[in-house]
């Protein structure tokens, strides 16, 4: 579980080496934060470099009493993948390996491939693939295209192809009174009614209505609390959350330069406590796009939907340094007990991947 690696990089290590791979273990720690394994991994010394990006980490079981099955068994019943990261993502890492085999026994590619590996997806997702990506620039490690492997399929294999994601965006609003007797409120000050004031400015704004590729910014409240559990007194102060998943018309400095007007504009003591997971991004459909959306409708006879629904993912940190997509496995059994993926749908995963990469070098090849 999330950071623990438990030998799933020297598995995945020793297998790319055996492929030819030169592999970089890259362990990052910070203050506060649990150290994470990473790797990056290449082969070929000259561009252009594909990218294969994912993570080993998992999240936690749950009760562990409610699954069918050993969570990290790896059982295989009637054809069923079981275990904790099955569809998030390792089975999309194994995908990833078995793609480049089969690419390889033809012969070697116009260029490199490299793959990008975590341990810190599903954790803080700070010394994960943003440090990584930081090292590859320290040593000149370029990347032209990547595709991470994370579930991207709400129902059936082919569904959906992430093209960008949105913003996420927290806050945390502490607004201050004076506390005193509800008899007397003229020797306290409440700072309730300033609270709701600012949720109410701030809740029933519409941000935008969407874009051609982003559905509309929503701010949702999620926490609001005085810690008072009298009825006869004025709190101090009362607290408020929220989360705002914005799109590509903001950014987190407008939105938080938005968000203390309103509160100004209410007035009276409060702090505003604003934290940013990523900010909102989009690939423009293109050629990488193309590739993709051709070599799913090739093995599934499905045409993907290109879109920027669900939450974030680590393409948030990648998509600064070169066009980014992601596609993978079915998400329904995601982070449940017994997560679970047909084994049919991981070759059909692999057939994918490994039409991708015969394509894209193929087009690199004939330019």
Known sequence: MTPKDAGALNVLQAALEELGFACYRLPFSENGTPDVANMYARRGDKGPNFCFAGHTDVVPLGNTDAWSVDPFGGEIIDGI??????????????????????????????GSISLLITGDEEGPAINGTKKVLDWMEKQGELI???????????????????????????GHLKVTGVQGHAAYPHLADNPL??????????????????????????????????GNPATNVIPAQATASFNIRFNDLHTSQELTKWLHTQCDAVGGQY???????GEAFLT????????????????TGVTP?????????????????????????????MHK??????????????????SILAGY???????
């Open 81 to 110: 993948l079981y275990g904790r990261g099955a569809t998030d993502m390792k089975s999309a890492i194994a995908a990833f390996v078995e793609a480049v085999s089969r690419i390889l026994v033809k012969g070697d590619v116009a």
């Open 144 to 170: 032209d295209v990547c595709l991470v492997g994370e579930p991207t399929n709400p129902n059936n294999l082919g569904d959906m192809v992430k093209i960008g994601r949105r913003g996420s965006l927290t």
């Open 193 to 226: 009614p300033r609270l709701v004031k600012m949720l109410d400015a701030l809740s029933s704004h519409e941000l935008d209505q969407g874009t051609d590729h982003f559905q509309p910014s929503s701010l949702q409240l999620t926490t609001v609390d005085t």
């Open 271 to 277: 702090d505003l406590d604003i934290r940013v997971s």
């Open 284 to 299: 423009p459909p293109g050629d990488f796009s193309a590739l993709i959306t051709s070599s799913v409708e090739k093995a």
């Open 305 to 333: 939907e290109l879109s920027t629904s669900g939450g974030t993912s680590d393409a948030r940190f990648i998509k600064n340094f070169c066009p980014v997509a992601e596609f993978g496995l079915i998400s329904q059994t």
């Open 337 to 354: 007990v017994d997560e679970r993926i047909a084994v049919s749908d991981i070759r059909t995963l692999t057939d994918i991947y490994t």
């Open 361 to 367: 070098f193929t087009d690199i090849a004939a330019t």
